[in-house]
Structure formats: C-alpha cells, structure tokens
C-alpha cells in the first residue's frame, strides 16, 4: 500500500507565478516529512522538511505547510523559476528515528519561461 | 566535492552475474542508507547503517543482497546472482544523526543497473 501519495504525476506553471505540490499521507506514525527535487540521472536533492509540531515552514522561496487532521501537505514555489523545473518527492519517516524515508511517486514540475 | 559519491555510475550485467556497488558518504556522518528506485516510483528504502552496524534490512532486501559498511566508513553493496527484475538505480544516502534528532538525508548521484 502506498503510504505516501502524490497524485498528480505533473504540474505545468508559468515563470513567475506560484506553483503548488500536494502530498497525502496515510500513516498516522509519521511525524517528519521532508521534499526533494531530482533532475534526471542524478540523486534526489533535499529541498526543506517540518516536523509533525509546525504547521508551516519557509525558507526563501520554498515553504511547506501540513495540515495533520487531512494528513496533508504541500510545497509551494513563489516565485516558480525555469530551474525549478524537476521531479519533486515527498517524503515521510516515523517515530523520530529518522532511518527511514517513505516516498511518493513524485510529480513532475514544469515551469515554463 | 564533500557530497555522498557512488561508484560507478552506471552497471551493465548479464543475468546470474554478481555485481558490487560503493557508497562513499559524507565524512562526518554516522548513519548510511541504502535505497532502490525503479521507473516512475520514488525510492525505496532497502538497508540502513548506524556506524558500522547494519540495524535494519526491508523485506526487499532478498538473500542474494549483502551490505557491509566496514570501520563505518564507506559501503558496499552486492548482488549476487542478478535478475532482470533487479535493474533499478541504487541510491545511496547518509545523515548525521544524534538520537532523535531529526535529520536530513543526502543523496548520492546513484548507481544505476541494467541487467541484461
């Protein structure tokens, strides 16, 4: 079963305007999540995390809000730049060991000049 | 460089022939995981170190898989007896981790396998 799901395997924004990756969990355990961005043919590259005690954490154009009662999160890229496009992952681990990462599919951002 | 490094690259092999992959991770990091990505999944975690104790294995982790991350430096990973079904990118991961602390992983580029 797929414990972390991020049902849309592509988004296409415009440069400039805000783009906005959703993430479903179903795994009440889980307490930290974390996003990665992955170009094509190389590693996933961590982008920004929250624990299960915030509600919302930024860090320049990037922030990530969850809400634990949907068990729902999602990324959001203001401003969205041709760079950013990649394949974004969300990604989860429980009970505060951090030793093991559940990951969506991911979905493909396009961010288009 | 000071990021996970992987070797090599890219593997081609044919069905029944073993292969090994290496993780080189960053230096001061003590906890060293291995996972496995196939196309249009995200990865999967297979194995992780803690130092130079292998403390947990995913059930996707058959008898034919072995990883060793000897003196809790670098790591190894060998797949005895390939299978088709084992073509995937191999990735490899490493966080410094003090108790419960949470902690980012960082990702090695990836080892990716073709068997033939």
């Known amino acids: 079963d797929q414990q972390v799901k991020q049902n849309s395997p592509s988004l296409s924004v415009q440069e400039g305007r805000i783009s906005i990756l959703n993430c479903d969990y179903t795994?009440?355990?889980?307490?930290?999540f974390l996003w990665y961005k992955k170009y094509p043919a190389e590693g996933p590259t961590f982008l920004i995390s929250?624990?299960?005690?915030?509600d919302k954490n930024e860090d320049g154009r990037f922030t990530v809000f969850l809400n634990k009662s949907a068990k729902h999160l999602s990324l959001h890229i203001v401003p969205s730049q041709p760079g950013d496009s990649a394949v974004y992952f969300c990604?989860?681990?429980?009970?505060?060991?951090?030793?093991?990462?559940?990951f969506g599919k991911g979905t493909l951002l396009t961010v288009n000049p | 460089d000071t990021g996970v490094s992987q070797d090599p690259r890219h593997k081609i092999t044919k069905r029944g022939q073993n292969v090994t992959f290496r993780c080189d991770p960053i230096s001061e990091h003590n906890r060293l995981y291995w996972y496995r990505q196939t196309l249009g999944q995200g990865p999967e975690f297979l194995t992780y170190?803690?130092?130079?104790?292998?403390?947990?294995k995913s059930r996707l982790l058959s008898d034919r898989f072995s990883a060793e991350r000897p003196k809790g430096s670098f790591s190894t990973l060998e797949i005895q007896r390939t299978e088709q079904g084992d073509s995937a990118m191999y990735l490899c991961a490493s966080s410094l981790s003090l108790g419960f602390s949470y902690n980012e992983q960082f990702f090695g580029p990836g080892t990716r396998l073709t068997v033939l």
């Open positions: 795994n009440s355990m889980f307490d930290y």
């Open positions: 990604a989860a681990s429980a009970g505060g060991s951090n030793y093991k990462l559940t």
């Open positions: 170190f803690q130092n130079e104790a292998q403390l947990e």
């Open positions: 929250i624990s299960s005690i915030k």
